[in-house]
């Protein structure tokens, strides 16, 4: 089976997500509304604490949310405190305040319910913001939670786990092993330690195979990794790793031919200058759902930077609309 080449995907640039009927600002009008706010202790640089309590009082002084503000430290902490705001009836808005790993913590909770999700950027990427359009800044986000809409965003899902960025199966799950390992073993930083993991992988430049099955059709490569976005990403412009959109009803494949450690770094740099394109190494598929399967019976797996252990094969689907998130308000030419 000949893959479609990356031009061939196709998003509106002007499409918009579905907005719901609850608005952040339309909410709040006798009662105030409550919302359950969820920093993670970790993330980013920032004094966490700090943050917690500029964030009490930007609440208090508007007043039109009765916000709750907890500090997690743990990742099971998240977790939990997310499932409970997502069970309690009373609770409107859950709060993500972290990277993009404590978002996904939040919204696995929260997808297929009525609750809306909020987004505090405290992390390092960011990504799921930046798409978004969220502000970065603390009191810009706040801000937003206070006077933006909700609008419904589709979410991947691979083996039951959801993700609202990105999939990636051999190269960046293997870097993140070994920068793990590097910061537990050697007590080196995680910049530090995720460049001496690449160097290391790409030294190796481990190499697998899959058959992948989709829109009724199988084919299969020899590959040194495999992508799959939650909708479109860019791979070809200087707003590389950006989504247009979040609400198109699809996921993006990705994968490269087996051309060697320098025919990766020569197709980085193809993608870096806009000819990605007119790759032939390079393939991109768009699909509503795709099963992948390897020799391997277990397989890492990244999920929006996290890795865990899966079993083969690997179900891939997306499901549409199925998140609801708190988006800044459209900018009116009259504005």
């Known amino acids: 089976m000949t893959l479609e080449p990356a031009a061939q995907l196709t998003v509106s640039p002007n499409a918009a997500p579905e907005t719901a009927t609850l608005s952040a600002s339309a909410i709040t009008t006798a009662t105030p509304a409550r919302v359950e706010i969820i920093l ?7 004094d966490q604490e700090a943050a917690r ?3 009490k ?11 709750h503000v907890s500090l997690a430290k743990s990742g099971e902490e998240i977790v939990e405190l997310a499932r409970r705001a997502a069970a309690d009836d009373g609770v409107q808005i859950v709060v993500a305040g972290g990277g993009d790993g404590t ?3 939040v919204a696995s909770e929260l997808v297929g319910t009525e609750k809306t999700l909020g987004v505090l950027p405290l992390g390092t ?4 913001a930046k798409d978004l359009n969220i502000p970065l800044d603390l009191e810009g986000a706040a801000r937003n939670l206070l006077e933006g809409e909700a609008a419904r965003v589709d979410v991947g899902e691979v083996n039951g786990r959801v993700f609202i960025n990105n999939s990636s199966l051999g190269l960046y799950p293997s ?3 070994h920068r793990e390992r590097q910061q537990e073993r050697l007590g080196r930083g995680k910049w530090f330690a995720a460049m001496w993991a690449t160097l290391e992988v790409f030294r190796r430049y481990p190499l697998f195979g899959v058959r992948l099955s989709t829109d009724g059709q199988e084919f299969r490569r020899r590959t040194p990794f495999v992508f799959i976005g939650n909708n479109e990403y860019q791979m070809d412009t200087f707003n590389l790793g950006a989504r247009s959109c979040l609400d198109a009803g699809h996921l993006s494949l990705h994968l490269t031919r087996d051309i060697g450690r320098w025919g990766l770094v020569r197709l980085a740099a193809s993608a870096l200058f806009g000819r990605l394109r007119e790759s032939k190494d390079f393939d991109a598929l768009c699909t509503k ?24 094969p690997l179900h891939y689907a997306v499901r549409p609309g199925a998140l609801r ?11």
């Open 57 to 67: 009082e930007i609440f208090a002084a508007d007043g039109r949310m009765d916000a």
């Open 53 to 55: 309590a500029t964030l």
């Open 103 to 105: 978002v996904n913590a």
């Open 325 to 335: 998130v708190i988006v800044p308000k459209p900018v009116t030419s009259d504005e």
């Open 40 to 46: 993670n202790a970790s993330a980013g640089s920032g």
């Open 175 to 177: 870097i993140v092993r």
């Open 289 to 312: 759902e795709v099963w992948i399967e390897t020799r391997r019976t277990r397989l890492r797996v990244a999920t929006d930077g996290e890795v865990t252990v899966m079993r083969s």
């Open 125 to 128: 990427l960011n990504h799921f």
